[in-house]
Every structure is written in structure tokens, then in C-alpha cells.
């Protein structure tokens, strides 16, 4: 049996609303060498298993889990079926632009793993975002990211594992972070849309929460440039807007 080229990893819990938009963004795509591994938790909550066994096609592969984990581990569960010669991260909420996986098997000739730029999706208002994971910024989701599997298999030497089954959410960033030190080129081409939802892991985190864990990761990880570019950002230029404030 010939092995897929591309292995799509894609968490999913109570995803009954946005699956099957997610999942026919994978089958417009314009490049069709790939499998889909679902990691679905606790399929008996929602109609979600349904909608995927809907499909009629072979690509499309669940691996269910009967009780809830966190994300990470339903990622490094998929992650470890995986076949293909390249790993494309998708949550179950979000979906591509058709040519994404064309466009990204293309231009990873020479690099260890690619990024590029993103849509967030509000109720269908869509915002370009411009930011890199990992280059200007540690927030940012796995979507954007195009990685070579040995690539992933290093990193799981070096740590242990490829995503943190200690972190309740953010892990996605993390392994970001720890790909910094490999081969990478950006692209400002938007070639996924992230889906601003309110309940999700990304809506449901504060502000101060999400910057005390970037925070944290930075110093992790040890990027230094990072961690001083959000505290820049976060502490010292609002501590010298309030002080202008005072003296006026």
C-alpha cells in the first residue's frame, strides 16, 4: 500500500458544528496525495462520528478515544499514526484555502518546515493576520505550519515528545518554539482560516492569561529575542504611557 504524501492532524471534540466544513476544505483541495487522522475524543457527545463516517472516502481516518484528554495528547495520538513524508496541522473548527497543500509541497523544497500567513474568521468576518508563530510573535496556531515528519521525530527525541501533554492549551505554540533552530521559510500568502469562536480554547483565555503563558514558553525554550519583544510590548512601553500620564 503506497503511503500518503502528506498526513493531516486534526483534534476534535464536539466538533459537530464546524466538521464538515473543515473536513471539505480537504477534499477541495487541488493537491490529493493525503490522509486525515482525526483524534476524536468522547464521540458519544455529539453527532460529530456521524458526520465524518458520512464520508465515503479512505483518506478520511478517525482514531476515537472514549474520554476527554486535552488537545496535545489528541494530537501526539494522531501524530503517531501518521505515514506521510509531511505533517499539516489543522484544528477541527478551522479550514484551508484549496490550494494550501499544493502550495506547501511546493515550496518546502530545501526547508525543514514552512509558515504562512492566515484569515481569522469572526462569524464570517475575515481579518488577515500577518503574524508568524515562532518569528514575530510566540501566539499563533499550528494551522500555518507545514513541518517534514523527521523533522517531528527529532524534536521527540530531544524532549521527549512533540506536543506538552502538561499544557491545557497553547502546545501548539510551543512546538513552534522548539522548531525555530530548523530550516524555515515565511510566506505572506493567507492559506488558512482560524475560526474566532466564542468557547473556544482561544476565546476562553484572558488576555493577561495568554500573555503570562507566552511568557513562560518564551523562557522555556530559551527565545530570548521573543521574550524581550513581549515584555517591550506588554510591560514597559504601558509602564511609559502611565508615567507620561502622571507627570502631565
Same mark, same amino acid.
Given at each position: 500500500?503506497?503511503?500518503?504524501?502528506?498526513?493531516?492532524?486534526?483534534?476534535?471534540?464536539?466538533?459537530?458544528?464546524?466538521?464538515?466544513?473543515?473536513?471539505?476544505?480537504?477534499?477541495?483541495?487541488?493537491?490529493?496525495?493525503?490522509?486525515?487522522?482525526?483524534?476524536?475524543?468522547?464521540?458519544?457527545?455529539?453527532?460529530?462520528?456521524?458526520?465524518?463516517?458520512?464520508?465515503?472516502?479512505?483518506r478520511?481516518?478517525?482514531?476515537?478515544?472514549?474520554?476527554?484528554?486535552?488537545?496535545a495528547?489528541?494530537?501526539?495520538?494522531?501524530?503517531r499514526e501518521?505515514?506521510?513524508?509531511?505533517?499539516a496541522?489543522?484544528?477541527?473548527?478551522?479550514y484551508?484555502?484549496?490550494?494550501?497543500?499544493?502550495?506547501?509541497?511546493?515550496?518546502?523544497?530545501?526547508?525543514?518546515w514552512? =509558515?504562512?500567513?492566515?484569515?481569522?474568521d469572526?462569524?464570517?468576518?475575515?481579518?488577515?493576520?500577518?503574524?508568524?508563530?515562532?518569528?514575530?510573535t510566540?501566539?499563533?496556531?499550528?494551522g500555518?505550519?507545514?513541518?517534514?515528519?523527521?523533522?517531528?521525530?527529532?524534536?521527540?527525541?530531544?524532549?521527549?515528545?512533540?506536543?506538552?501533554?502538561?499544557?491545557?492549551?497553547?502546545?501548539?505554540?510551543?512546538?513552534?518554539?522548539?522548531?525555530?533552530?530548523?530550516?524555515?521559510?515565511?510566506?505572506?500568502?493567507?492559506?488558512?482560516?482560524?475560526?474566532?469562536?466564542?468557547?473556544?480554547?482561544?476565546?476562553?483565555?484572558t488576555?493577561?492569561?495568554?500573555?503570562?503563558?507566552?511568557?513562560?514558553?518564551?523562557?522555556?525554550?530559551? =527565545?530570548?529575542?521573543?521574550?524581550?519583544?513581549?515584555?517591550?510590548?506588554w510591560?514597559?512601553?504601558?509602564?511609559?504611557?502611565?508615567?507620561?500620564?502622571?507627570?502631565?
Amino acid at each position: 500500500m503506497t503511503r500518503p504524501q502528506v498526513s493531516i492532524i486534526i483534534p476534535a471534540y464536539k466538533s459537530e458544528e464546524h466538521i464538515k466544513q473543515c473536513i471539505d476544505s480537504l477534499r477541495a483541495q487541488t493537491y490529493y496525495d493525503w490522509e486525515a487522522l482525526i483524534a476524536l475524543d468522547a464521540p458519544d457527545l455529539d453527532s460529530t462520528v456521524e458526520i465524518l463516517n458520512g464520508y465515503k472516502d479512505g483518506r478520511i481516518k478517525i482514531h476515537m478515544s472514549w474520554e476527554k484528554g486535552n488537545v496535545a495528547q489528541a494530537r501526539n495520538r494522531a501524530l503517531r499514526e501518521a505515514q506521510g513524508e509531511f505533517v499539516a496541522l489543522l484544528d477541527a473548527d478551522d479550514y484551508w484555502e484549496p490550494d494550501k497543500l499544493e502550495f506547501c509541497v511546493k515550496s518546502i523544497k530545501g526547508k525543514d518546515w514552512i =509558515a504562512h500567513c492566515s484569515w481569522l474568521d469572526y462569524n464570517g468576518l475575515r481579518i488577515l493576520d500577518e503574524t508568524y508563530p515562532g518569528y514575530d510573535t510566540a501566539i499563533g496556531g499550528t494551522g500555518v505550519i507545514f513541518i517534514r515528519r523527521d523533522v517531528l521525530s527529532k524534536v521527540r527525541e530531544e524532549w521527549g515528545y512533540v506536543f506538552n501533554e502538561k499544557m491545557d492549551r497553547n502546545d501548539d505554540a510551543d512546538l513552534v518554539l522548539r522548531l525555530r533552530k530548523y530550516n524555515s521559510m515565511l510566506y505572506p500568502n493567507p492559506l488558512s482560516y482560524q475560526r474566532m469562536r466564542s468557547g473556544s480554547l482561544t476565546s476562553t483565555t484572558t488576555k493577561w492569561h495568554t500573555r503570562w503563558i507566552v511568557l513562560r514558553m518564551c523562557a522555556r525554550n530559551k =527565545a530570548w529575542d521573543l521574550l524581550a519583544f513581549h515584555v517591550q510590548e506588554w510591560v514597559l512601553e504601558p509602564l511609559v504611557k502611565i508615567k507620561k500620564k502622571v507627570l502631565k
